[in-house]
């Protein structure tokens, strides 16, 4: 009997893989499960939308780390969990992310120079400088802007839901992420009740990286996974191995499915790990213990596992990771080339999108800041 054949108990506290971290299926069930489902074609997306991800992200943590961008969080880890899920939607669903899902967007099609303009706050960016970076929002691709207040974000996923339902929209989904620091806010009981009782299309995805920040799991919660919370809500709860991409988008698909079908909703946890900071505001080794940090960070990193498959089925040359991680680093070095040359939002786009006609008091106001004598920020001279 496969994974999700089992029962409801079983599906919360298993843990759903198909590769070890060994680079190899973990049993004949899963050669099955590969050579049935799994192509060369997705196989090859699946690893480079995770190089993609690893590299941006370590090109934007350089660029913090040198002054030109103010604030990061990377996904370094974690790329098997965004890629996985990215690859399990449809152009169609909507995605509503938290801090490390940008990868899900970039994978949709939103572009790096659209990602990067958002960073860098220029005049570029879709929402005119006035997020905090790492906010990137892509209407053309229903990529959603993410909240930095934790969990605010669940709700909107199951609101978006039960509207494709209420207005008939059958066979489209909402993809609703969040940490495991999420779970612990009262947003996700309201989401999660609401998920339940209206019957949504959503898939709401929790990457469990054991650590809210300082937190770490065992402080967060005592349900033996928090998979297992669903049950309370009338929903099923699955859990893979989140550094499993393959494994990851079996079980999101398996998800998106039943609520394409009209079935429901579903929770699904992925267990993975924060090998990076918190952001790059964060010092960890303040808190945890690195040397375990550091098996995650090598044997059991996920674009390593995938790399081991792909060439022993043949799909991966052996070096052509490096050669693809080179053009996917050319590419961002060329966006941000291109960003950074870009001016920063014009000073009267400011009161743009609050109303449909700024009021007479926002005239005012602008007007005055205009008309304010300019001073340049310590790091510009």
């Not at 669903?93 to 659209?114: C, F, H, K, N, Q």
């Not at 949504?200 to 469990?208: D, T």
């Not at 402080?219 to 550094?243: F, H, L, P």
Request: proline share 4%; net charge negative.
């Amino acid at each position: 009997m496969g994974y999700f054949d089992g029962d409801d108990e079983a599906k919360a506290h298993g843990l759903y893989q198909l590769i070890g971290e060994d680079g190899t299926p973990v049993d004949a069930a899963a050669v099955a499960d590969l050579d049935r489902s799994l192509d060369r074609g997705l196989a090859r997306r699946l690893f480079e939308g995770m190089v993609r991800i690893r590299v941006t992200d370590a090109r934007m943590m350089a660029l913090q780390r040198q002054g030109r961008i103010g604030f990061y969080g990377e996904a370094m880890g974690q790329e098997a969990a965004v890629v996985g899920s990215a690859a399990a939607s449809e152009p169609q669903d909507w995605i509503v992310p938290a801090l490390r899902e940008a990868g899900v967007g970039l994978y949709r099609g939103m572009t790096l120079d659209s990602y990067i303009a958002q960073i860098f706050g220029n005049a570029a960016d879709p929402s005119k400088g006035r997020q905090l970076p790492c906010h990137p929002c892509d209407r053309d691709h229903h990529y959603v802007v993410m909240s930095s207040c934790v969990s605010t974000q669940i709700p909107h996923a199951v609101g978006i839901a039960m509207a494709m339902k209420i207005s008939g929209d059958r066979g489209k989904v909402c993809f609703g992420f969040m940490g495991d620091g999420g779970t612990s806010e009262p947003d996700f009981h309201v989401a999660l009740n609401f998920a339940g009782v209206s019957r949504a299309p959503c898939v709401l995805i929790c990457q469990n990286n054991q650590w809210a920040i300082s937190t770490p799991g065992h402080v967060q919660t005592a349900a033996a996974s928090i998979a297992s919370k669903a049950a309370g809500y009338g929903m099923e709860g699955i859990r893979a191995d989140g550094n499993d991409v393959v494994a990851v988008h079996h079980a999101v698909k398996y998800a998106a499915d039943k609520a394409r079908r009209g079935d429901g909703p579903t929770f699904v946890e992925l267990l993975t790990y924060r090998v990076s900071a918190h952001s790059s505001s964060d010092d960890p080794s303040r808190y945890r213990d690195e040397s375990v940090t550091e098996v995650w960070r090598g044997a059991r990193d996920p674009i390593r596992r995938l790399e081991v498959y792909l060439i022993a089925r043949g799909w991966l040359a052996a070096g052509e990771r490096d050669a693809i991680a080179q053009q996917l680093e050319a590419e961002v070095r060329d966006a941000i080339a291109r960003q950074e040359a870009i001016a920063l939002p014009a000073l009267e786009t400011l009161i743009d999108d609050v109303y449909e006609q700024p009021t007479q008091l926002l005239r005012e106001q602008l007007a005055e800041l205009v008309a304010a004598p300019r001073v340049r920020a310590p790091h510009q001279h």
